[in-house]
């Protein structure tokens, strides 16, 4: 079947386009399956309008303000689910005065603002800024934030959240496994007479009471604990020859979704080779981003705290002026974390509040630029 060629194409993906087209890729699987690419003479996201419900859509996470924002017994919102994964806001601002155990979702947290402690069954793991803490399915733990203003984002999946499979790129690809934090058993810090253990399971809170501190591990063994890995210590992998994918930039895997996480890097030194995201048509995957720091150079008007919905089914792809200015720039210098699922992704209602409606229309003015 491959490869097949028809009317002008690039002699390789994401380079040397042929003069004025627009690339881009129709793919499986997300970025691992078939593919072919299309080389357009307007941009596929140079669209006028849109009637029905399919739409890209934009939230600013920074508007939602969670129960747990006001109220120590308060929970996070979510934002975006389905039925395999969610994407929730914590903001929590006080410590939890009571243990929480997810039995319905393995959890990663991913620390956007704030410092503190996660006390959990396995000991306590520090957190701060750029962190992700691997939570697996039922962990009992509780967040004990030592910051006021806290922004944590909170994925949950109903399979585990696992390390990709590096292949040929080696076990110390992305990361070294050895910067992987793993924590010391020590006493829970929560005081009594009473604990509290609240519980989510089939969709609900249950409550179980003990008259001990339960986080009373005094050692623990075996390959299922609370890990974290901090984004600083994630060191990505390019080519000055060709742009990669964002499953290059795979970070964990579940069953329903992958997460990638973009980091600084120099972009493509080839004079021919593509230096921003190519335009997709997401075909098997819904992708969610979160813009965590930095200049994002790909969309204009982005700001820390937002995040964007990629529907399957729309193409997405680089805002005009940074497709105009890609060999103007030597480096990215965003930090962003994506969530990859494999079944549609729905905003929810407690996500609503936070659309930019007009998003869709982002791509349209000067989309013809060249
Ligand atoms: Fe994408």
């Known amino acids: 079947m491959y490869p097949v060629k028809k009317g002008q194409v690039a002699h390789q993906a994401h380079v040397g386009l ?12 997300g970025f691992y399956g078939k593919t072919a690419h299309l080389y357009h003479a307007n941009p596929p996201t140079g669209w006028t309008r849109f009637e029905g419900k399919l739409r890209p859509h934009l939230l600013d996470l920074n508007r939602i303000t969670p129960t747990d924002q006001t109220d120590a017994q308060g929970q996070p919102t979510p934002v975006l689910g ?6 929730s806001v914590s903001r929590r601002a006080e410590a939890m005065p009571f243990y929480f155990r997810n039995a319905d979702f393995d959890e990663l947290l991913f620390v956007h603002r704030g410092t503190g402690i996660v006390e959990t069954d396995y000991g306590p793991l520090a957190f701060e800024p750029g962190d992700y803490v691997v939570l697996p399915r039922a962990t009992t733990y509780r967040v004990v934030p030592a910051t006021t203003d806290n922004f944590i984002l909170v994925m949950e999946s109903k399979a585990e959240f696992e390390q990709p499979e590096k292949g040929l790129l080696g076990q110390h690809a992305l990361y070294d496994p050895g910067v992987i934090t793993i924590p010391d058993p020590a006493p829970g810090t929560l005081a009594g007479p009473e604990w509290e253990v609240r519980i989510l399971a089939g969709g609900e809170y249950s409550k179980v009471f003990y008259s001990f501190n339960p986080i009373d591990s005094i050692g623990w063994k075996g390959d299922l604990f609370a890990w974290k890995l901090n984004l600083r210590d994630i060191r990505p992998v390019m080519s000055h020859r060709a742009h990669l994918p964002p499953s290059a930039h795979t970070t964990f895997v579940t069953e329903g979704a992958v997460v990638c996480s973009f980091l600084p890097r120099p972009l493509e030194e080839d004079p021919e080779a593509l230096r921003v995201p ?6 098997d995957y819904d992708e969610f981003l979160f813009y965590h720091e930095g200049d994002f150079f790909s969309k204009d008007n982005i700001k820390p705290g937002m995040a964007t919905l990629h529907p399957r ?3 997405h792809g680089p805002h005009p002026k940074a497709l105009f200015n890609q060999h103007n ?5 965003e930090y962003a974390v994506m969530l990859d699922g494999l079944n549609p992704i ?23 630029i060249k």
């Open 346 to 368: 729905d905003v929810l209602p407690g996500g609503e509040a936070a659309e930019w409606p007009e998003y869709w229309a982002s791509w349209g003015a000067g989309a013809n």
């Open 82 to 87: 389905n039925a395999q994964i969610r994407v």
């Open 278 to 283: 190519f335009f997709h048509r997401n075909t």
């Open 313 to 315: 089914g729309i193409h």
């Open 18 to 29: 042929p003069a004025g087209a627009y690339e881009e890729e129709h793919g499986r699987k």
């Open 329 to 333: 720039k030597t480096r990215t210098n």
